[in-house]
């Protein structure tokens, strides 16, 4: 299934019906059926639009003004029922959970093969066939709002692939996936390839392509800036990659090593152990002490509690045992006072008219706290986007305004749900710095990620979750 577009222009409208700057720029494009295309740049740069622009999500779904022409295996996008796109063409959101209709894993991927009226049996076959190929048989029966995000990210995938589409595009795709999860998701483009199905992939995360991929699209503020083949894109140095923003080819490894000795001990656990209800411990704790600062990563396998132990660190949820701060009592009322988080869905944390008017909820009123919020936008790149509404924003700037905002209380532990999630390399840079400087002025930083680069540029510790096991760890890094 060809796709095409030519001098295709893509505005979308504000809340007064004002043209906002295009989205998308004069886009000439020729992708031929079967070929697997990563489009690239940094976070805002157009890749989200592109994809709407392929699912027809543009301009049925989103008030644009489109230009030029999109064409879909010979006839515009613009033409085609919603029927028959959804049949022709998969999406895997960049937020999973805005594609869900329903409550248990069963039943999404039985969804969209139940409204396209296909035989009991046949869906039956075919939701095995999908469970299996991106790993979540073992999670059939279980019910969507207690997934993790890799295991929703994995859910999404194989949704999307119900209706066996010849067009599959993918927004952000490795966002909160493990290196398990990584794999599949590269077998999976793979196999798809090999059957002749177009893949469009939108991703900062280059490495688990290498190999897969047949071109790269660099896009700079909504134009092509780049259009280069995977054997060239093998031969480019360092250099270009860091140049274009964009992350590294080829994968950083790690190995552990017994942590070093620090100064000043902070959070103290002992004797606790976490399980949902009527569930098997997810990890037991029989004494783990972290330093009262520094840059922590939490790490793990998809579904092996990494959110939850944070939680019970911050006191969102309860739990047997005692955590204390050094060797003083720090209560569950202390720990939610004085602790920030980015949440994995941080969106849910936006609640201000413009990104302005978030930086200063909560914070007292004066020229200090203005200062610092000038100083923060500044720190994540989002100064020239103050007078947005927050939820205008890409995943990428989204995560940095919630990173930002972490760092406006001044807490004593903040701590951040993958928190590099839609961020390019620059970026991803930029808040490795941030987070570097709030550590060094005596805060704990506590990460849960997947990202190995930003665990290479950001970290000297981890706690490793595995096997019902939680461990702190040194980083002892070797790149490949």
């Given at each position: 299934m060809v796709i095409e577009f030519t001098e295709a222009t893509v505005s979308y409208f504000g809340d007064d019906e004002t043209l906002l700057p295009a989205a998308l720029s004069g886009i000439d494009l020729v992708i031929p059926a079967g070929q697997s295309v990563l489009v690239t740049?940094?976070?805002?740069?157009?890749?989200?639009?592109?994809?709407?622009?392929?699912?027809?999500?543009?301009?049925?779904?989103?008030?644009?003004h489109v230009t030029g022409s999109i064409i879909l295996d010979g006839v515009p996008v613009a033409q085609l029922p919603s029927r028959d796109l959804a049949s022709r063409v998969g999406t895997v959101f960049q937020d999973p959970r805005s594609e869900f209709f329903t409550?248990?894993?069963?039943?999404?991927?039985?969804?969209?093969?139940?409204?396209?009226?296909?035989?009991?049996?046949?869906i039956v076959r075919r939701v095995g066939e999908i469970a299996s190929e991106v790993g979540i048989t073992d999670l059939l029966g279980r019910r969507i709002a207690g997934l993790s995000g890799g295991e929703k990210q994995k859910l999404a995938i194989g949704s999307a692939m119900a209706l066996n589409p010849r067009v599959l595009l993918f927004d952000e795709p490795s966002a909160?996936?493990?290196?398990?999860?990584?794999?599949?998701?590269?077998?999976?483009?793979?196999?798809?390839?090999?059957?002749?199905?177009?893949?469009?992939?939108?991703?900062?995360?280059?490495?688990?392509?290498?190999?897969v991929i047949d071109r790269c699209i660099v896009l700079e503020t909504g134009r092509v800036t780049a259009d280069i083949t995977s054997d060239r894109l093998g031969q480019l140095p360092d250099a270009w990659f860091a140049d274009h923003g964009l992350r590294r080819l080829h994968r950083t490894e790690f190995r552990s090593a017994p942590p070093d000795p620090f100064d000043q001990a902070g959070p103290r656990i002992r004797d606790i152990q976490f399980a949902h209800p009527r569930c098997a411990p997810l990890w037991r704790i029989d004494e783990l002490t972290l330093p009262a600062s520094g840059v922590i990563g939490i790490t793990g396998a998809n579904g092996v509690g990494k959110t939850t132990l944070m939680k019970v660190l911050l006191g969102l949820l309860k739990s047997r045992g005692r955590i204390g701060w050094g060797e003083r009592t720090w209560t569950r009322r202390q720990r939610i006072r004085?602790?920030?988080?980015?949440?994995?869905?941080?969106?849910?944390?936006?609640?201000?008219?413009?990104?302005?008017?978030?930086?200063l909820i909560g914070s007292p009123p004066g020229p200090a706290t203005e200062a610092r919020a000038v100083e923060l936008l500044a720190r994540t790149g989002l100064e020239e986007l103050r007078e947005?509404?927050?939820?205008?924003?890409?995943?990428?700037?989204?995560?940095?305004?919630?990173?930002?905002?972490?760092?406006?209380?001044?807490?004593?532990?903040?701590?951040?749900?993958?928190?590099?999630?839609?961020?390019?390399?620059?970026?991803?840079?930029?808040?490795?710095?941030?987070?570097?400087?709030v550590a060094g002025d005596g805060t704990l930083v506590l990460v849960i990620t997947h990202d190995a680069e930003f665990i290479e540029s950001t970290f000297d510790h981890t706690v490793h979750i595995d096997d019902h096991q939680v461990v702190l760890e040194k980083l002892a890094r070797k790149e490949e």
């Open positions: 740049g940094d976070s805002g740069c157009g890749k989200t639009t592109l994809l709407r622009c392929l699912n027809g999500l543009v301009p049925h779904f989103f008030d644009a409550f248990d894993v069963a039943s999404e991927l039985a969804f969209c093969c139940e409204n396209f009226a296909m035989p009991s049996e046949e909160n996936l493990d290196l398990d999860g990584l794999d599949m998701l590269r077998g999976v483009i793979l196999d798809l390839k090999g059957r002749g199905v177009t893949t469009v992939i939108a991703d900062h995360r280059l490495s688990y392509l290498d190999g004085d602790c920030a988080l980015v949440m994995q869905d941080v969106e849910y944390q936006l609640v201000g008219e413009s990104v302005w008017d978030e930086m947005r509404h927050p939820l205008t924003l890409s995943g990428g700037q989204k995560q940095r305004l919630g990173i930002a905002l972490a760092c406006m209380k001044q807490a004593r532990v903040i701590c951040l749900d993958e928190p590099t999630s839609g961020l390019d390399a620059g970026n991803m840079q930029r808040i490795s710095g941030l987070l570097r400087d």
